[in-house]
């Protein structure tokens, strides 16, 4: 039997550094024709405005919109979800996406999420994918890991978690940050088996 949700991916963002990945993850998302189901923490949303031109609004139907209007959304193909919106599909294994990506995932989330703490949406979503066997891959962007961090991380990839550092690298010769970007947000797609041309394959050629 096919899912309802194999074309929906649920996306969160926390307030680590590089939320250019994660916003080029959902406009990629959207223009590969999946439906995205986008979380920001509080922290978040301040990292995205001192690190990208990207102006916010406050409440998430205005960011639904914003964002929609930003990246080609046609109708509901985005939904952005507060921290305490509980009643969103993302909260229960019964509706929830199984594929999701915490990206970029602060070492605080990764803690939580590891420990099953649960305190937020975004928290809550990623229990959810892990106990129901689907998807999750976690970016974190930190450095260096204290031995904290890695076991936290040791702990999710022992529980099928895929842990995807924002390591780019520089075979292909980069020579924008854009670039370095969809380096990244290549290898998550490629993860989520998201058909995408950000990048030549290695030993592929042109």
Known sequence: MT???ERIVTVGMTGASGTQYGLRLVECLIKADYTVYLMFTKAAQIVVGSETDCKLPGRTAEQTRYLSSLYGAREGQLRVYGDEEWTSPVASGSGAPRRMVVCPASM???????TGASENLLERAADVV???????????RETPFSAIHLENML????????????NPGFYNQPTQVAELVDFIVARILDQLDVEHQLMKRWGRGA
């Open 155 to 166: 702990k999710l990839s022992r529980l099928g978690v895929t842990i995807l550092p924002a």
């Open 108 to 114: 605080a989330t990764v803690s939580a999420i590891a």
């Open 3 to 5: 899912r309802k949700d």
């Open 130 to 140: 892990i106990k129901e066997r689907g998807h999750l891959v976690i970016v974190p």
